[in-house]
């Protein structure tokens, strides 16, 4: 099955800096690669995703660039602001059939705790 | 995300006792999901619905049940069987199921043992 790891774990950075996440991934017929934030005690949100027939999609401070080649993907925040700050997850999505369905499911990176500083 | 309900928000289990925790969806999204997360650590899939009366098991299903009899239902009981039950459930749904499908969370059911 899938096998996500991300790094780091925790990220400190002062407003107004970047933050970039990294992402691997195992399964090269992953074809879906989501983020979420998750504040404290919350439902993880969707904030940005990527499919595999691209290479880099943004939205306005965060963008998300893929290297299908490499296996990896990463989240990158501009201008970073205090209410950044929250636990950031990757995941990436395979395929697998049963039955002759498919089925698609999600598997998640451990999370990088962000921290802007004011 | 106002569309996924989960109740109750908090939950206490007695040892040998089964408990169920509700997942509700107003999106009419096929597919539904059940999450497990424990503190500091990411989401771990417990089991996954692509249509109704259809399941597969996730890759930490042991100790749980579910049942799908409505498109809108995915409940989730927490067996005796499930040694360690205590952490923060997530319920999520999607318009499809299939690999490359937005998934969205409710907010959680936090279960902790007495």
């Known amino acids: 099955g899938e096998n996500v790891e991300q790094h780091p774990s925790t990220l400190s950075v002062q407003e107004g800096d970047s933050a970039v996440i990294k992402c691997t991934y195992s399964?090269?017929?992953?074809?879906?690669f989501p983020w979420y934030k998750q504040e404290l005690g919350k439902r993880p949100q969707l904030i940005i995703d990527?499919?595999?027939?691209?290479g880099e999609k943004k939205d306005q401070r965060i963008a998300v660039t893929l290297n299908k080649t490499a296996k990896h993907f990463s989240l990158h925040i501009t201008e970073t602001q205090p209410e950044d700050s929250a636990v950031y997850f990757c995941?990436?999505?395979?395929?697998?059939?049963?039955?002759?369905?498919?089925?698609?499911?999600?598997?998640f990176g451990q999370g990088t705790i962000l921290t802007v500083h004011p | 995300d106002g569309g996924i309900t989960q109740s109750p928000k908090y939950l206490f289990r007695k040892e040998g006792q089964n408990v169920t925790l509700s997942c509700e969806q107003n999106?009419?999204?096929?597919?539904m999901y059940w999450y497990r997360q424990d503190p500091g650590q990411g989401l771990r899939l417990i089991y996954y619905?692509?249509?109704?009366?259809?399941?597969q098991k996730g890759d930490i299903a042991e100790g749980y049940s579910v049942s799908r009899e409505k498109k809108e239902s995915f409940p989730l009981t927490v067996t005796s069987a499930q040694k360690n039950p205590t952490a923060f459930y997530l319920c999520?749904?999607?318009?499809?199921?299939?690999?490359?499908?937005?998934?969205?969370f409710g907010d959680g059911t936090r279960l902790s043992i007495l």
């Open positions: 999520a749904s999607s318009l499809r199921g299939g690999a490359n499908q937005p998934q969205h």
């Open positions: 399964d090269s017929a992953s074809n879906y």
């Open positions: 990527i499919r595999s027939n691209v």
């Open positions: 995941a990436a999505s395979e395929a697998s059939n049963a039955g002759g369905t498919s089925y698609g499911k999600l598997t």
């Open positions: 999106l009419n999204h096929d597919a």
């Open positions: 619905s692509q249509i109704v009366n259809d399941f």
